[in-house]
């Protein structure tokens, strides 16, 4: 399951309006210091190990293993007085915090 909420599906459809026609968000696993999370690129490719999930008018791919684990998603859109970005939710355990800011310690 996937949900996406409305401000993260109009900015989402702002930035696809002049992308090629067939792309999606791809959704992915990304691994930091602050353990893993979950991210979202641009993506014109599909395969047979994807799930493909239609959300807020969007086409949302995700590996099928990697769904069974970290669903449901939620995506938002925050913004903040340091800045504003997509939030990602999950079933993954909230990271706690990095490793002295940088990755290189």
Same mark, same amino acid.
Request: aromatic content about 4%; overall charge negative.
């Given at each position: 399951? &996937?949900?996406?909420? #409305?401000?993260?599906? /109009? $900015?989402?459809? #702002?930035?696809? @309006? #002049? @992308? =090629?026609?067939?792309? *999606? ?8 210091? %602050?353990?893993?999370? &979950?991210?979202?690129? !641009? #993506? /014109?490719? =599909? ?13 949302? $791919?995700?590996?099928?293993? !990697? !769904?069974?684990? $970290? @669903?449901?998603?939620? +995506?938002?859109? +925050? *913004? ?7 939030? !990602?939710? %999950?079933? &993954? ?8 800011? *940088?990755?290189?310690?």
């Amino acid at each position: 399951m &996937l949900t996406v909420t #409305d401000k993260a599906s /109009e $900015v989402i459809t #702002d930035f696809m @309006k #002049d @992308k =090629q026609a067939g792309a *999606s968000i791809r959704v992915f696993m990304n691994m930091g210091c %602050s353990g893993p999370s &979950l991210g979202m690129a !641009l #993506d /014109e490719t =599909q395969n047979e190990a994807d799930e493909v999930i239609q959300a807020g008018g969007t086409t949302f $791919v995700i590996e099928k293993e !990697l !769904l069974k684990q $970290v @669903k449901p998603i939620h +995506i938002d859109f +925050i *913004s903040t007085p340091e800045g504003a970005g997509f939030k !990602l939710t %999950s079933s &993954l355990p909230q990271s706690q915090g990095g490793c002295c800011g *940088s990755c290189s310690c």
